[in-house]
Nanobody, 121 residues
Framework: QVLLVESGGGQVQAGVSLRLSCAAS????????MAWFRQAPGKEREFVGA????????DYADSAKGRFTVSRDNAKKTVYLQMNSLKPEDTAVYYC??????????????WGQGTQVTVSS
């Protein structure tokens, strides 16, 4: 497992961009697949996007495609979520997760504490 700390959340107007960061500590960061999830009030936690270890290939939820980008900097042990053209429905607590990718499936065993993103219209 790794320790994950998210940052970069805040309250913004619709249409602007925001970049979240997730700093990892502990074991070798580059060996982990990393992902972002979010949980809106009264809703279950949902997948946003992920980036695989080694290849750096990415996967996204339909709601994130074209607006959100997941990237990673292995030297800094940090994963990012660039969010563009934010909408009020993007309001949620955003969580970073670390785990593995094998045979087409992700599995996560470490979670951050979350960072709040609030988008007003």
């Amino acid at each position: 497992q790794v320790l994950l700390v998210e940052s970069g959340g805040g309250q913004v107007q619709a249409g602007v961009s925001l970049r979240l960061s997730c700093a990892a500590s502990g074991r070798t960061f580059s060996n982990f697949a990393m992902a972002w999830f979010r949980q809106a009030p009264g809703k279950e936690r949902e997948f946003v996007g992920a980036i695989r270890m080694f290849s750096g290939s990415t996967d996204y939820a339909d709601s994130a495609k074209g607006r959100f980008t997941v990237s990673r900097d292995n030297a800094k042990k940090t994963v990012y979520l660039q969010m563009n053209s934010l909408k009020p429905e993007d309001t949620a607590v955003y969580y970073c997760a670390a785990g593995s990718y094998n045979s087409g499936k992700y599995a996560y065993n470490s979670w951050g504490q979350g960072t709040q993103v609030t988008v007003s219209s």
